[in-house]
């Protein structure tokens, strides 16, 4: 068994600012991420120096340039497996994960996981056409890449992220026909004066606004898809107001022209390691789900297992960087590397910075809320379950047979049992479940990971007879056909 | 491994407009920007040999290329592709050298690399 004192998945904000912070207090971190270089989702790396000085003002990124640089200052200190996956937490802080040199399994004295979010998607007529993505998905092929996604694109879903990617789109020379925004331009002027309370970040919310108009996209407020159009690629996109609940108006649809629709309404956060490690959780829906219950010190109900960032509610970037540099003091701390009157100082600090962004972060909720109507975009042939390609009809038939709770549904329907494990439909069938049968969300129940979390293949398993002997006290006997398949 | 210096390099003056230049190759260049001073690199899709450049995953180089489906689903044969290219969806599995269930949009392209829709014996 390989040990390690401090292990941090994910090398997004969250978990470069813990593994930086740990760095300074002297304790070396192994940092275990999924893709090929830090920054996670958001912070992607600059490329190079010209493209950072250039006269392009989107795709130059020059947000996390600090963090990174701190980072690379420490890369000596810090055991970086990048292209690595966690795919499983097992007792006493075990990580399993897989990657190009196999699978390896750490068995951690602190674990943090600063494993992120993902976007939130309302299953709606059209949406598993290729050409359909999420907003966040179309912004990594243009700013990782240099690669357009289509030709002519529409964003839509709520949110300030959307006017990030319509304009880097823009940029890369795709036309953006529209940003189709759910909220409604009163809902923002209502509630403006709490934006108030990151004057810097209204700004630069502002500026963006001003830049959307000057490329003279059309900002579309109060409005939603409500249907994709196509045979094997999104030819079209459906647009129509909505009210405040966000139920669609169709007597005044219009049919837009897209070969790229990218819509998202928010962020969930990714729970599932949290969920294998047997932490507590519980449901927020402000901060976009189910997230495990932590402390003020960012501790879960698990000793020695920490949570920092987006994976433990749903709060952008500059939060997740100030809470992993908060997990970072406070592991340093228990580990008895940092005095806790030092600790406790520097805890008052970030603690107030956190509590003026989260005053900031409650305004900006309200203007974008996830709205009730969004699960009725679904109609009964609409495919709410990807992976097991369920209707809507299919699901509601279970809900009325009986299927009011997590468990039972998954079992009656497969709903949720594809390679996805339920991370893309289960937040709206949630929401549909609790509204057709008046129950609260969180009543209705987390939908559970099981490990692998991400496929892998048997071949890499097999060859790791130690994480293998891990995993089980019976001898293994698996035949040489399968060793391609994957779990 | 270090992939830092295999990562794809945008000019400032050239990320803004479409390429309409011939950069190695590549046939559907007018979704690429230009980003010079990339190693080309060439694998197959069911067969077909497509153009891509190192650091780019393999569903990138598809959509690049054109190519938006990346499978057909098992109970409709519906096609999708790239959804949340984060590695979540799981939408854009496909068969890399006969290994099933691989992500392409986690899987980064390589020389030679076999990729399919479906598994072919």
Redesign the interface.
């Known amino acids: 068994m390989n040990r390690r004192q401090v292990v941090i998945v994910g090398a997004g904000p969250a978990g470069m600012a813990a593994a930086v912070t740990l760095c300074r207090e002297g304790v070396l971190p192994t940092v275990i991420d999924e893709n090929p270089q830090s920054g996670g989702q958001i912070y992607r790396q600059p490329r190079n120096a010209s493209q950072q000085s250039g006269s392009n003002e989107v795709l130059k990124d020059t947000r996390g340039n600090q963090l990174h640089r701190q980072f690379q200052q420490c890369r000596e200190q810090i055991e970086h497996l990048s292209d690595n996956t966690v795919w499983g937490i097992y007792s006493h802080r075990q990580v399993a994960c897989n990657g190009p040199d196999g699978c390896q399994m750490f068995a951690a004295d602190h674990l943090l996981l600063a494993t992120g979010a993902y976007e939130y998607v309302c299953p709606f007529p059209g949406w598993t056409l290729p050409g359909v993505m999420t907003p966040g998905a179309a912004q990594s092929v243009v700013k990782s890449h240099g690669v357009r996604p289509g030709k002519t694109a529409i964003v839509a879903g709520t949110g300030p992220f959307l006017l990030v990617v319509a304009l880097q789109l823009h940029n890369a020379g795709v036309k953006v026909a529209a940003i189709v925004e759910t909220a409604r331009r009163r809902d923002l002027w209502r509630h403006c004066p709490g934006l108030f309370w990151d004057l810097a970040m209204f700004a630069e919310g502002a500026g963006y606004m001003r830049r959307i108009r000057q490329a003279g996209i059309p900002m579309m407020w109060g409005q939603v898809v409500t249907c994709a159009e196509g045979n094997d690629a999104v030819a079209a996109a459906v647009v129509a107001p909505c009210n405040e609940e966000g139920v669609a108006d169709p007597g005044q649809a219009r049919t837009i022209p897209v070969d790229t629709l990218c819509v998202a309404y928010g962020f969930v956060p990714r729970f599932e390691l949290a969920q294998l490690a047997g932490c507590e959780m519980e449901y927020r829906e402000a901060m976009g789900g189910w997230i495990p219950k932590m402390d003020s010190h960012l501790a879960t109900s698990i000793p020695g297992v920490w949570v920092a960032g987006d994976g433990g509610g749903v709060a952008g970037a500059i939060v997740a960087q100030l809470e992993g540099t908060l997990a970072g003091l406070a592991i340093a701390n228990s580990l008895g590397r940092l005095d806790t009157a030092t600790f406790q100082n520097r805890y008052r600090k970030l603690s107030r910075q956190l509590a003026k962004m989260h005053r900031f972060r409650e305004a900006l909720d309200r203007v974008y809320q996830v709205r009730e109507g969004l699960t009725k975009l679904a109609t009964e042939n609409t495919i709410v379950c990807r992976c097991e390609e369920l209707s809507c009809a299919e699901v509601d038939a279970g809900i009325e047979s009986g299927g009011t709770r997590s468990r039972t549904l998954k079992v009656m329907t497969r709903l949720g049992m594809g390679p996805c494990q339920g991370r893309m439909c289960w937040p709206a069938m949630a929401r549909r479940i609790a509204r057709k049968t008046h129950q609260r969300v969180e009543e209705v129940g987390q939908f559970s990971f099981r490990p692998p979390t991400q496929p892998i293949c048997l071949g890499d398993l097999l060859a790791d007879n130690q994480t293998l002997s891990q995993l089980t006290d019976r001898p293994t006997v698996i035949e040489k056909s399968v060793k391609n398949q994957t779990l | 491994?270090d992939?830092?210096s295999q990562?794809?390099?945008?000019?400032?003056?050239e990320?803004?407009?479409?390429n309409r230049g011939v950069d190695e190759g590549c046939e559907n260049e007018?979704?690429?920007?230009?980003?010079p001073g990339r190693r080309a690199v060439q694998f197959t899709f069911d067969g077909e040999t497509i153009n891509a450049y190192e650091?780019?995953?393999i569903a990138?180089a598809l959509?690049?290329h054109g190519q938006?489906?990346?499978r057909h689903?098992?109970?409709?044969g519906?096609?999708?592709?790239?959804?949340?290219?984060?590695?979540?969806?799981?939408?854009c599995?496909v068969w890399i050298d006969?290994?099933?269930?691989?992500?392409a949009?986690?899987f980064?392209v390589s020389d030679g690399i076999e990729v399919r829709k479906e598994h072919k014996q």
């Open positions: 491994m992939r830092s990562q794809p390099k945008l000019t400032p003056d990320s803004v407009r479409p007018m979704l690429r920007l230009n980003v650091g780019e995953t990138v959509l690049a938006r489906t990346l689903t098992d109970r409709y519906q096609p999708r592709g790239l959804f949340c290219n984060i590695g979540v969806c799981h939408e599995l006969g290994r099933s269930n691989q992500r949009c986690q980064l």
